[in-house]
């Protein structure tokens, strides 16, 4: 068997065993590369271990950075009981409003899974309220953290458009962006007229039922005003946070809740929007590092108030940080090994390079379902390399339908962020039904998302 199969195995065997057991899969793949790296192909651990990009990484910590000095000081609420606030007492418009805020969270840095532990309680507890459908209020929340995935400052964004140019297929960051917004706002539409979404359109909040303050601004709310927030009352299920709580970027079982003291001022609240304004600015406007830009913004932010944001950098996502290190160190192992080309040129060779596009859109969709989406994007792009290079197949287009296969089916409750809304559904609707509903469509999704998503941005381009 050649290394390049070697290299395969092994990564098919890293991604089973970091779904199956609590392990985090960017460590699993340090020792799969330095494994395959030392005795399949020869390599010492200098040479393993200089596949890491040090842009991309320091773009993880930046951003994540800045996200949580963002949630700490309150903007994050702020900009959550703002956009309730344009709901004018419209039921309909808040599913909205909470994909809107999901996406815009997202779309400045936050993990997709921190995303959706802030707002999924919020959204959830909505939905017990108004009876909004849990289905329809919980995957919008989930499809907003995809809508936003992959702006050019997201962590998603970052990835997928770091290694594109880094395996030269140029820089594709917009068409990746607008693909997954408008693919994941039609899934929205879709789910909300399916599930009754017009029948909200009649309903009003009056001002007395209104609760639409951040509990760390109100204390521990009443049972009759907290139903708007967490549901009706519950506690939150372990593993999920509230709006304002951190678990780090990523959720791992225990809540770390924010002292309401720590909550910022309006000052603080705007230095941290024209933060976050700055680094696109300085990113998207002048070509900068978005890495060097976004965890300058957070010193400047740590100096000014260098008391309140002492222990943010605990806050950053580390165990996100791990998960890419090591999968994007693992992925040169692949390359190494020619692993991308042996794929590609098998799904070439099946007699139509966009048939070989289809597959792959459905290994990622498949594969995510289950795993990491985080993990899985710097290993299935450079795979497509040798397809693109054997057809007549846009780059661009191509790895944002592999981006978006891979990032739509994260409604999955075996995924973070299905999970999440499973822990936090509300007390109108059983455990087990609601479980049965996130999974059948999540397998609606996983079935016909690829296929819609090629037919629409790889077909008709080929």
């Given at each position: 068997?050649?290394?390049?199969?070697?290299?395969?195995?092994?990564?098919?065997?890293?991604?089973?065993?970091?779904t199956?057991?609590?392990?985090?899969?960017?460590?699993?793949?340090?020792?799969?590369?330095?494994f395959?790296?030392?005795?399949?192909?020869?390599?010492?651990?200098a040479?393993?271990?200089g596949?890491?990009?040090?842009?991309?990484?320091?773009t993880?910590?930046?951003?994540?950075?800045?996200f949580?000095?963002?949630?700490?000081?309150?903007?994050?609420?702020?900009?959550?009981?703002?956009?309730?606030?344009?709901?004018?007492?419209?039921?309909?418009?808040?599913?909205?409003?909470?994909?809107?805020?999901?996406?815009?969270?997202t779309?400045?840095?936050?993990?997709?899974?921190?995303?959706?532990?802030?707002?999924?309680?919020?959204?959830?507890?909505?939905?017990?309220?108004?009876?909004?459908?849990?289905?329809?209020?919980?995957?919008?929340?989930?499809?907003?953290?995809?809508?936003?995935?992959?702006?050019?400052?997201?962590?998603?964004?970052?990835?997928t458009?770091?290694?594109?140019?880094?395996?030269?297929?140029?820089?594709?960051?917009?068409?990746?962006?607008?693909?997954?917004?408008?693919?994941?706002?039609?899934?929205?539409?879709?789910?909300?007229?399916?599930?009754?979404?017009?029948?909200?359109?009649?309903?009003?909040i009056?001002?007395?039922?209104?609760?639409?303050?951040?509990p760390?601004?109100?204390?521990?709310?009443?049972?009759?005003?907290?139903?708007?927030?967490?549901?009706?009352?519950?506690?939150?299920?372990?593993?999920?946070?509230?709006?304002?709580?951190?678990?780090?970027?990523?959720?791992?079982?225990?809540?770390?809740?924010?002292?309401?003291?720590?909550?910022?001022?309006?000052?603080?609240?705007?230095?941290?929007?024209?933060?976050?304004?700055?680094?696109?600015?300085?990113?998207?406007?002048?070509?900068?590092?978005?890495?060097?830009?976004?965890?300058?913004?957070?010193?400047?932010?740590?100096?000014?108030?260098?008391?309140?944001?002492?222990?943010?950098?605990?806050?950053?996502a580390?165990?996100?940080?791990?998960?890419?290190?090591?999968?994007?160190?693992?992925?040169t192992?692949?390359?190494?090994?020619?692993?991308?080309e042996?794929?590609?040129?098998?799904?070439?060779?099946?007699?139509a390079?966009?048939i070989g596009?289809?597959?792959?859109?459905?290994?990622?969709?498949?594969?995510?379902?289950?795993?990491s989406?985080?993990?899985?994007?710097?290993?299935?792009?450079?795979?497509?390399?040798?397809?693109?290079?054997?057809?007549n197949?846009?780059?661009?287009?191509?790895?944002?339908?592999?981006?978006?296969?891979?990032?739509?089916?994260?409604?999955?409750?075996?995924?973070?962020?299905?999970?999440?809304?499973?822990?936090?559904?509300?007390?109108?609707?059983?455990?087990q039904?609601?479980?049965?509903?996130?999974?059948?469509?999540?397998?609606?999704?996983?079935?016909?998302?690829?296929?819609?998503?090629?037919?629409?941005?790889?077909?008709?381009?080929w």
């Amino acid at each position: 068997m050649g290394p390049e199969w070697v290299a395969i195995l092994a990564l098919v065997a890293l991604f089973v065993v970091g779904t199956v057991l609590p392990i985090n899969m960017g460590a699993l793949a340090y020792v799969a590369a330095w494994f395959v790296g030392m005795y399949a192909l020869g390599l010492d651990e200098a040479e393993i271990l200089g596949g890491i990009s040090a842009s991309l990484v320091l773009t993880l910590i930046g951003v994540t950075y800045l996200f949580a000095i963002a949630r700490q000081n309150g903007t994050v609420d702020l900009i959550v009981r703002k956009s309730l606030g344009l709901v004018g007492g419209r039921v309909a418009f808040i599913p909205w409003v909470m994909f809107a805020v999901t996406a815009l969270i997202t779309s400045i840095g936050a993990a997709s899974p921190a995303a959706c532990a802030i707002i999924g309680p919020i959204a959830l507890g909505f939905a017990g309220r108004y009876k909004i459908s849990p289905l329809m209020m919980g995957m919008f929340v989930v499809h907003g953290a995809q809508a936003g995935g992959f702006s050019p400052i997201s962590i998603y964004g970052t990835i997928t458009n770091s290694v594109m140019i880094e395996n030269g297929l140029g820089d594709a960051s917009i068409t990746i962006f607008l693909s997954s917004l408008v693919v994941n706002i039609l899934l929205a539409a879709v789910l909300f007229f399916a599930l009754g979404g017009t029948k909200l359109m009649s309903m009003r909040i009056t001002a007395g039922d209104e609760a639409l303050a951040s509990p760390h601004h109100d204390g521990p709310l009443h049972r009759d005003r907290s139903s708007a927030v967490s549901g009706t009352g519950a506690t939150p299920t372990t593993g999920t946070a509230p709006s304002g709580a951190t678990t780090g970027g990523t959720p791992s079982g225990t809540v770390t809740t924010v002292d309401p003291a720590t909550l910022g001022s309006t000052r603080d609240h705007v230095l941290t929007i024209l933060a976050f304004v700055a680094v696109a600015g300085v990113a998207l406007g002048l070509d900068r590092d978005i890495g060097l830009a976004a965890i300058t913004a957070a010193v400047v932010l740590s100096i000014i108030s260098p008391n309140k944001y002492k222990d943010t950098v605990k806050q950053i996502a580390w165990p996100t940080v791990l998960l890419v290190a090591g999968v994007s160190t693992y992925a040169t192992i692949l390359t190494t090994a020619g692993s991308p080309e042996a794929v590609g040129l098998w799904a070439a060779g099946l007699g139509a390079a966009a048939i070989g596009a289809l597959i792959l859109c459905y290994v990622g969709g498949v594969a995510s379902a289950f795993a990491s989406s985080t993990a899985l994007l710097p290993v299935i792009i450079p795979i497509a390399i040798p397809l693109i290079a054997s057809g007549n197949i846009s780059a661009g287009l191509f790895v944002a339908a592999l981006a978006v296969s891979s990032t739509i089916v994260d409604v999955s409750p075996f995924s973070t962020n299905g999970a999440l809304m499973l822990a936090n559904r509300p007390d109108s609707i059983g455990e087990q039904t609601y479980y049965r509903q996130i999974l059948t469509y999540s397998v609606i999704v996983t079935l016909a998302g690829p296929l819609l998503v090629w037919a629409a941005l790889v077909l008709p381009g080929w």
